[in-house]
C-alpha cells in the first residue's frame, strides 16, 4: 500500500444464502452463521438487500445482522418509502440505494439519479439524519457521479456489470469509464465503492484503481463457498485484495 492510498475492504453480500432458506421457506442455511463465517474469512462489512418482493432477506434477518455481526451491515434497498420505514427503524451503518424491479434475477444497472429526484434526495438526507452512510448505486456516467455529489451521499458504488460482462476491447472502454468515474467522484468528495459481477479473476485490473476503497461481491464468493465454505471463500478474495493493498 502507498502511504497515499487506504487499505481496500470487502463486503461481502449473503443475499443467495437466503435464497436458498427461501427456496424451502425452511431454517437453513442460517444467515447469521453465513455473516459470522464470512466475518471470520476477512469480510469487513456484510451487505443484504431487503427486497420489497422478499425473494430472499426478510425483515427479521436484517434486525438480527445488526445486533448480532460484529462488522458493519450495508443495506442495500430500493427508495420505497416502506423499505425506507425499516431501514431508519434498523439504522445500519450503511445503505446502498440500488433501483429495483420486481422481473429482474439480479440489480439491472445503476440508479438514475434524476429520476424521482426528491424521492431520492429525501431518503438521503432521512438516512444520512440517522448517521447511515448513504451509497449511490450509479453507473460510471459524470453526470450521475456529478448528481450524487449533489445528492450529499456519502459514497457512490460504480456499478460494475457492464465491465465483467464485457469482452476483449471494449473491457478496456469499460475499465476506462470505472476509473474516470472513480477519479472524479473523489474529487467530488465522495467515497468510491464497486460491485457487480466480480469474481476472483476480473477484480485484479479493478485493484490498480487507487480511488476504490470497497468491492462488494456475492455471487462469486456464495458459488465458491459451495465447494470450500463461507469462510475460505472470503478468505480467497480478501488475500486477493489485501495482495494489493501490502
Ligand atoms: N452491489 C450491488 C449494489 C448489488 O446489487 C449486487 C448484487 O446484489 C452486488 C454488489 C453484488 O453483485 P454480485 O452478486 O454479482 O457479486
Redesign the pocket.
Known amino acids: 500500500m502507498t502511504a497515499s492510498s487506504s487499505p481496500k475492504k470487502l463486503g461481502v453480500?449473503i443475499?443467495?444464502v437466503a435464497t436458498l432458506r427461501q427456496a424451502r421457506l425452511a431454517e437453513e442455511p442460517s444467515v447469521l452463521e453465513a455473516a459470522l463465517d464470512a466475518e471470520q474469512g476477512g469480510a469487513d462489512s456484510i451487505?443484504v438487500?431487503l427486497r420489497e418482493d422478499r425473494r430472499h432477506i426478510q425483515d427479521a434477518d436484517v434486525f438480527e445482522l445488526i445486533e448480532k455481526i460484529y462488522v458493519p451491515l450495508n443495506l442495500?434497498m430500493s427508495i420505497s418509502p416502506e423499505i425506507l420505514k425499516i431501514a431508519l427503524k434498523a439504522c445500519p451503518e450503511k445503505a446502498?440505494l440500488?433501483p429495483e424491479k420486481r422481473q429482474e434475477l439480479?440489480?439491472e444497472g445503476g440508479l438514475n439519479l434524476f429520476s424521482k429526484r426528491k424521492q431520492l434526495a429525501d431518503t438521503v438526507e432521512a438516512l444520512s439524519g440517522k448517521e447511515v452512510q448513504v451509497s449511490l448505486?450509479i453507473d460510471p456516467i459524470e453526470k450521475q457521479v456529478r448528481e450524487a455529489a449533489r445528492l450529499g451521499a456519502y459514497a457512490i458504488?460504480i456499478?460494475t456489470?457492464s465491465y465483467?460482462n464485457a469482452r476483449g476491447a471494449q473491457k478496456e472502454k469499460e475499465l476506462l469509464r470505472i476509473r474516470k468515474a472513480a477519479q472524479l467522484g473523489k474529487e467530488l468528495g465522495l467515497k468510491i465503492h464497486a460491485?457487480?459481477?466480480?469474481n476472483y479473476e476480473n477484480i485484479f485490473p479493478l485493484l490498480e484503481i487507487p480511488e476504490i476503497l470497497e468491492f462488494?461481491?456475492?455471487?462469486?464468493?456464495i458459488s465458491r463457498a459451495m465447494f470450500v465454505g463461507i469462510a475460505r471463500a472470503v478468505q480467497e478474495m480478501k488475500k486477493i485484495i489485501q495482495a494489493k493493498n501490502n
Do not use: W, Y
Open positions: 453480500n443475499d443467495h451487505t438487500h442495500e446502498c440500488v439480479t440489480t448505486f458504488e456499478h456489470g465483467a460491485g457487480h459481477g466480480l462488494n461481491i456475492g455471487h462469486s464468493i
